[in-house]
C-alpha cells in the first residue's frame, strides 16, 4: 500500500478530487427536485466511484482493484435502470 | 501513507453526508437513491483500507441489490402526503443516540492501529498456523477464503442454507402478488 | 520522470477537469434535461481521458485489457443510462424548462405537438 512517486500522488490526488465531487453532488440528491434529478446525481456519483476505483489500482499498484470498479460499473448501470423503470412503472422491477 | 489517510478522510466525509441525506430525506425513494450514494463511501474506504474482496461485496450488494430489494418492497407502500422534503427530527432520539455514540466511541482509543504489527490479530498464534498450513492442508491459495470454506466448512454451509431459505420465504411472499 | 508518465498526468488533470465540469452541470443547469447532458457528455469524457491514463500507468498488462473494457463498457452504458432517465422523466410528464421568450413563442403559435405514446 506504499505511495510512492509523483505519479502515484497525482492519481491519489485526482481520486480525492473525484471523491470532492461526489460530496458536492450529495447537495444535488438533497435538494431534488424531481427524482429523476437525484437518480442522475447517483449515477454519476457510480461512475465517479468507478473513476476512483480505476485510479486507487494505478496508484496503490493492485490490479485487483480493477475488477470492483468493473463490478461497480455493472450494478450502477442496473440501478439507474431499475429506478427510472420503477418510477415509470410501480413495482414493474422484477 | 498520509495521502492514503487524506483520501480516506474525504472518502469518509461523503458517506457520512450520504448517510446524513438517506436519513433525512421523508420520501422513501429519495433515501433509497441516496443510500445507492452511500454504498460508494463504504466500497471507496473498504478498498483503501486494503480490504477489496469486502469492497468488491459492498459495491455488489450495496449499489445493485439492495436498491432493487428497497425498490421490489417499497412497491407496496404509499408515498407520504404534503411536499415535505426532509423528515422532522426528534431530538430526544438524536440525543440518546449522541450519548450512545459518545461512549462507544471511548473504547476506539483502547483498539490497536490499523495494520499495527503487534495487534493481536498478527501476533496470534491462530493466525500464524492457518498462514503457514492453510494452502498445504486445503489448496487454497487465499487464505480467508481457505477459512470460510475449508475449515469452517460446516458453518459456511449452514449460513448459506439459512440465506437460501429466507429467499425462497421472500420469492413465496411476493409470489402471491401480481409480481411475476 | 518518462514522458510517458508526463502524458498519463496530463489524461488524468483532463479527466479530473471534465469530471469538474460535470458535476458543475449537473449542480448550477436549470433542470433534469439540461442536467442528463453534463452526466452523459462532460462525466463519459472525463471518464474516457481519466482510464486512458490508469491504462498508461499500469503499463502493458492484462490490467489494460481490463481497464479499455471498463472504459468501453461506461462508453455505452453511461449516456444509455441518462437517457432511461431522461425518458422516464418524459413519461411522467415532466415539461422541459424553456427561457420566457420560447414559452411565450409556444403560446402564441400553434400547440407544441404532444408525443404520441
Known sequence: ?94 | ?180 | MTPLELLAIALVAAGTFFGFVAVVGIVRLPDLYARAHATSKSDTLGIILTLGGVALVLGADVSVAKTVLLGAFLFVTNPTAAHAITRAAHDQGIEPWTTEDEASAAGDGAKPTEGEE
Not at chain 1, 465531487?21 to 438533497?30: E, G, Q, S
Open chain 2, 1 to 180: 501513507m498520509t495521502t492514503v489517510t487524506t483520501a480516506l478522510a474525504v472518502v469518509l466525509t461523503f458517506a457520512v453526508l450520504a448517510a446524513l441525506a438517506a436519513i433525512l430525506l421523508r420520501d422513501v425513494l429519495n433515501a433509497i437513491i441516496a443510500f445507492g450514494a452511500f454504498s460508494f463511501g463504504i466500497s471507496v474506504a473498504w478498498v483503501l483500507l486494503a480490504a477489496p474482496d469486502v469492497a468488491l461485496t459492498e459495491a455488489a450488494v450495496g449499489a445493485g441489490i439492495t436498491t432493487v430489494l428497497f425498490l421490489v418492497t417499497i412497491a407496496k407502500t404509499v408515498r407520504p402526503a404534503g411536499e415535505r422534503l426532509l423528515e422532522t427530527v426528534e431530538w430526544r432520539s438524536v440525543a440518546v443516540v449522541a450519548v450512545l455514540v459518545g461512549a462507544l466511541l471511548t473504547t476506539v482509543r483502547s483498539l490497536p492501529a490499523v495494520g499495527a504489527a503487534d495487534a493481536p490479530v498478527a501476533t496470534s498464534r491462530i493466525t500464524e498456523y492457518y498462514l503457514q498450513n492453510a494452502y498445504p492442508e486445503t489448496g487454497v491459495e487465499n487464505v480467508v477464503t481457505a477459512v470460510l470454506a475449508a475449515y469452517r466448512g460446516f458453518d459456511t454451509l449452514g449460513e448459506a442454507t439459512v440465506v437460501i431459505a429466507a429467499g425462497v420465504a421472500v420469492v413465496l411472499v411476493l409470489r402471491q402478488e401480481a409480481y411475476v
Open chain 1, 1 to 94: 500500500m506504499a505511495v510512492s512517486g509523483v505519479v502515484d500522488t497525482v492519481l491519489l490526488a485526482a481520486a480525492s478530487a473525484f471523491v470532492l465531487f461526489a460530496i458536492v453532488l450529495v447537495y444535488r440528491i438533497v435538494a431534488g427536485p424531481t427524482m429523476q434529478d437525484r437518480v442522475i446525481a447517483v449515477n454519476a456519483i457510480g461512475t465517479n466511484a468507478v473513476v476512483v476505483l480505476a485510479l486507487l489500482a494505478a496508484a496503490l499498484d493492485q490490479p485487483g482493484f480493477l475488477d470492483i470498479a468493473l463490478v461497480y460499473g455493472m450494478l450502477n448501470f442496473l440501478m439507474s435502470i431499475a429506478i427510472s423503470k420503477f418510477t415509470v412503472e410501480r413495482g414493474g422491477v422484477i
